[in-house]
């Protein structure tokens, strides 16, 4: 299955409003790409969906997934740089209160110094998935770019909410 297929999979399981501000955050040909395989998915029976979500999110198929070409950790590692930088209590300060998911996702993509703390804001029950599945670069990167945008100004730390 290719990634374009998992992530319309993946997203087709959230709420309407959070898939909406995901797509927002990628370039237009991305929203393209993806949003035409995601009408696809949403035209599937919802079981469907659920079974195959579940085949592309499940340990089984995340463990046989191969690790990510070194052209996209090469790609995705100066924003990781300039991230990791940031103060761990300015990291609190944005990841408090915002969507678990959202918050796992970030965790997924790099072993940041600071994760412990930031793995204390989400709830119990979500502690075992927090290991979650690695998700498209482009997905990465636009969630790498948006956090790097609201650390680097000064206004209130709202945009991740």
Avoid: C
């Amino acid at each position: 299955m290719n990634s374009v297929r998992s992530v319309a999979l993946l997203l087709a399981q959230l709420h309407a409003g959070d898939r909406r501000w995901l797509l927002s955050q990628l370039d237009p040909a991305q929203q393209q790409r993806i949003g035409s395989e995601l009408q696809a998915v949403l035209r599937l029976p919802r079981a469907t969906r659920r079974r195959e979500a579940a085949r592309v999110s499940s340990p089984t198929a995340l463990a046989e997934r191969k690790a990510a070409p070194s052209e996209e950790v090469h790609e995705l590692q100066p924003l990781i740089d300039r991230i990791d930088r940031a103060d761990e209590s300015r990291m609190m300060a944005l990841w408090q209160g915002s969507a678990p998911w959202l918050l796992q996702a970030f965790l997924a993509v790099h072993p940041w110094r600071y994760s412990a703390a930031l793995r204390s804001l989400l709830p119990t029950s979500r502690m075992a998935a927090s290991a979650g599945g690695q998700r498209p670069l482009l997905v990465r990167r636009r969630l790498l770019e948006s956090v790097l945008a609201v650390l680097e100004r000064e206004a209130p730390l709202e945009a991740l909410r």
